[in-house]
């Protein structure tokens, strides 16, 4: 069992549906993080959490330390949001992403 | 200035050759960081510099030497690689501290071995 496990693997949406990935870990964290990868390979980080949620744009990152899950929620999704989005948390472990198309 | 940058994009090299990967930044970060990606995996760590001293190998066969000549440079030198190392190798930097710091990807050179 992957330390840092993601759900789905795959996800396909129209255009303006709301989106949520799903992640979850088994190790003791300091942070977990929620990073963006588009094809061709450029790897951009979206959010740094430790608690709570975040919110950046129509992008929002949330975590519950006792039940060590985080979620990263996408309003009114975009063909742009198209690629695949990595959970990692501290002592650098990651998932293994959830890649998403958004259709027009 | 808030990149990382990477040399070259692309590389592909036959099993006998020695070439190189460059990574700059100038962010003032002194943790870099390579890793091998493959397709449709996610990055796997091979090494990580803090200030400029290689703190962490994550195994890796003895064909990737890496190097960090300053606080801005980082190389990785290859050699006798096999085909099975072909793959997107990224480099990253961050600042140091005692959690995991936000990383600063480079675009990726993407590796063919012959």
């Known amino acids: 069992k992957n330390e840092v496990e993601q759900s789905p693997q795959n996800l396909t949406a129209q255009e303006g549906e709301f989106i949520t990935i799903n992640c979850s870990y088994s190790?003791?964290?300091?942070?977990l993080h929620w990073l963006q990868q588009h094809p061709g390979g450029g790897i951009v980080s979206l959010f740094m959490?430790?608690?709570g949620k975040k919110k950046h744009g129509r992008l929002i990152a949330t975590i519950n330390i006792q039940e060590k899950h985080s979620s990263l929620h996408i309003t009114a999704s975009h063909p742009r949001d198209s690629a695949v989005y990595i959970c990692?948390?501290?002592?650098?472990?990651f998932g293994t992403g959830t890649r998403l198309q958004v259709f027009p | 200035d808030t990149e990382v940058t990477q040399t070259p994009k692309h590389l592909v090299m036959g099993m006998t050759n020695k070439k190189s990967l460059k990574c700059e930044q100038h962010?003032?970060?002194?943790?870099m960081y390579w890793y091998k990606q493959k397709a449709k995996k996610p990055p796997e760590l091979m090494f990580v510099?803090?200030?400029?001293?290689?703190?962490i190998n994550e195994s890796v066969p003895s064909r990737f030497s890496p190097e960090c000549p300053n606080s801005s440079l980082l190389n990785l030198h290859l050699h006798a690689l096999q085909p099975e190392d072909s793959a997107l190798y990224l480099c990253?930097?961050?600042?140091?501290?005692?959690?995991?710091?936000?990383?600063?990807f480079g675009p990726g050179t993407r590796l063919t071995v012959l």
């Open positions: 959490l430790s608690s």
């Open positions: 190790v003791g964290i300091s942070a």
């Open positions: 990692a948390v501290d002592k650098l472990i």
């Open positions: 510099y803090s200030y400029e001293k290689l703190s």
């Open positions: 990253a930097s961050s600042h140091l501290g005692t959690v995991y710091n936000e990383q600063f």
């Open positions: 962010m003032g970060h002194r943790a």
